[in-house]
T-cell receptor, first 115, second 115 residues
Framework: DVKVTQSSRYLVKRTGEKVFLECVQD?????MFWYRQDPGLGLRLIYF???????EKGDIPEGYSVSREKKERFSLILESASTNQTSMYLC??????????????FGPGTRLTVL | AQSVTQPDIHITVSEGASLELRCNYS??????LFWYVQSPGQGLQLLLK??????LVQGIKGFEAEFKRSQSSFNLRKPSVHWSDAAEYFC?????????????FGPGTSLSVIP
């Protein structure tokens, strides 16, 4: 089974702190994604990466950056956390079959609270 | 731009009753369509997907969905709901013309099941 793990299930940080959210997948997937999930808004794509050291902005990249130094690991960074970044963060990965039919496999999520 | 709407924010059904969750999309051509389920405390799991062929798609856990081009809909159905089906359900569409990695999620429908 594909396994996507996220470093923390719950995280509480203070405004202005630098926050790292880590995601690891064990299926040698090329693609990895970071989403933000808010009630009534569904999932919104923050960033995705289709290869090591490659990244693309999603729909809401402002206030976030990412790092992918190794194929299995994709990190989301909040340079200076703000209260409006309080949310559930979901990581996903997929193997690119060359079509948009790729199934994305999700981690359990990290619920981040910024005080 | 493509978008996905799920008209029902929350639905409650009795165990054993039938279920239909509505999904409408906005897209210029035939999109790739997905249904994901998120059980409490879990990441999202793919239920089924449609990209061509038979418009009635079978998925896991006894779910099916029907693509209706004339109505721009991709409704999810199950003939008899089990208590374990209580979860959040997300419809999603992928853009076939641009980045195949970009999947747009709907806002979700929360399903409660009464014993």
């Amino acid at each position: 089974d594909v396994k996507v793990t996220q470093s923390s299930r719950y995280l509480v940080k203070r405004t202005g702190e630098k926050v790292f959210l880590e995601c690891v997948q064990d299926m040698d997937h090329e693609n990895m994604f970071w989403y933000r999930q808010d009630p009534g808004l569904g999932l919104r794509l923050i960033y995705f990466s289709y290869d090591v050291k490659m990244k693309e902005k999603g729909d809401i990249p402002e206030g976030y950056s990412v790092s992918r130094e190794k194929k299995e690991r994709f990190s989301l960074i909040l340079e200076s956390a703000s209260t409006n970044q309080t949310s559930m963060y979901l990581c996903a990965s997929s193997y690119p079959s060359g079509t948009a039919t790729d199934t994305q496999y999700f981690g359990p999520g990290t619920r981040l609270t910024v005080l | 731009a493509q978008s996905v709407t799920q008209p029902d924010i929350h639905i409650t059904v009795s165990e054993g009753a039938s279920l239909e969750l509505r999904c409408n999309y906005s897209y210029g051509a035939t999109p790739y369509l997905f249904w994901y389920v998120q059980s409490p405390g879990q990441g999202l799991q793919l239920l089924l997907k449609y990209f061509s062929g038979d418009t009635l798609v079978q998925g896991i856990k006894g779910f099916e969905a029907e693509f209706k081009r004339s109505q721009s809909s991709f409704n999810l159905r199950k003939p008899s709901v089990h208590w374990s089906d209580a979860a959040e359900y997300f419809c999603a569409v992928a853009d076939r013309k641009t980045s195949y990695d970009k999947v747009i999620f709907g806002p979700g429908t929360s399903l409660s099941v009464i014993p």
